[in-house]
């Protein structure tokens, strides 16, 4: 069995082979597995709770920046344009002095880039547009043609006791006469 040294013990009327060191219970063994599990998951938690922190820190710090850059302008807030940045970063390193070509290549393939970008960005805005605007269509249908049965329903319900009604009054009396009803009615 290993490295597991084995003893003769005269138990339940028999001799039966043990550890030397005893037996180790599953009990014992589950709890060992359990408390190792739990260490790790919290070990886990605490990773995720400092990564968190960590990203809340600088989420806080980007938005006094922004704010600090905000009030230099004296406005509440800063918002970036859509201009990219290639083009910017290129101007603040003194190429369109420096390497004139190079710039204009530079911001002609990032406008050729920007603009094929913006066409695919408008066909799919588009295609999603039509898409929601045909689930409308279709549910719309479906709610009117709702409300229609209803209404019919109703003015079905409404007519129903009227109708009886009227059939009540021009039912025939016994002998094949027709109850008088009107203002012109003559009595014998």
């Given at each position: 069995?290993?490295?597991?040294?084995?003893?003769?013990?005269?138990?339940?009327?028999?001799?039966?082979?043990?550890?030397?060191?005893?037996?180790?219970?599953?009990?014992?063994?589950?709890?060992?597995?359990?408390?190792?599990?739990?260490?790790?998951?919290?070990?886990?938690?605490?990773?995720?709770?400092?990564?968190?922190?960590?990203?809340?820190?600088?989420k806080e710090?980007?938005?006094?920046?922004?704010?600090?850059?905000?009030?230099?302008?004296?406005?509440?807030?800063?918002?970036?344009?859509?201009?990219?940045?290639?083009?910017?970063?290129?101007?603040?390193?003194?190429?369109?002095?420096?390497?004139?070509?190079?710039?204009?290549?530079?911001?002609?393939?990032?406008n050729?880039?920007?603009?094929?970008?913006?066409?695919?960005?408008?066909?799919?805005?588009?295609?999603?547009?039509?898409?929601?605007?045909?689930?409308?269509?279709e549910?719309?249908?479906?709610?009117?043609?709702?409300?229609?049965?209803?209404a019919?329903?109703?003015?079905?319900?409404?007519?129903?006791?009227?109708?009886?009604?009227?059939?009540?009054k021009?039912?025939?009396?016994?002998?094949?006469?027709?109850?008088?009803?009107?203002?012109?009615?003559?009595?014998?």
């Amino acid at each position: 069995m290993g490295d597991v040294i084995l003893v003769a013990v005269e138990r339940e009327g028999g001799i039966k082979w043990e550890p030397r060191e005893g037996i180790e219970a599953a009990s014992s063994r589950e709890a060992k597995r359990r408390q190792e599990g739990d260490e790790a998951q919290w070990l886990r938690k605490q990773e995720h709770a400092v990564v968190s922190a960590r990203v809340a820190e600088a989420k806080e710090v980007e938005k006094r920046e922004r704010a600090r850059k905000a009030a230099m302008l004296g406005s509440d807030s800063v918002y970036r344009g859509q201009r990219s940045r290639g083009p910017l970063a290129a101007r603040a390193a003194g190429m369109h002095t420096s390497a004139p070509r190079q710039y204009a290549f530079i911001k002609e393939s990032l406008n050729a880039l920007e603009a094929a970008h913006a066409a695919k960005e408008h066909a799919a805005r588009q295609e999603q547009y039509e898409r929601i605007r045909r689930r409308h269509k279709e549910e719309f249908k479906r709610l009117a043609l709702q409300r229609k049965e209803r209404a019919a329903s109703e003015l079905a319900e409404q007519k129903a006791p009227m109708q009886q009604k009227k059939e009540e009054k021009d039912r025939p009396l016994g002998g094949g006469a027709v109850r008088p009803t009107g203002p012109a009615v003559r009595r014998p």
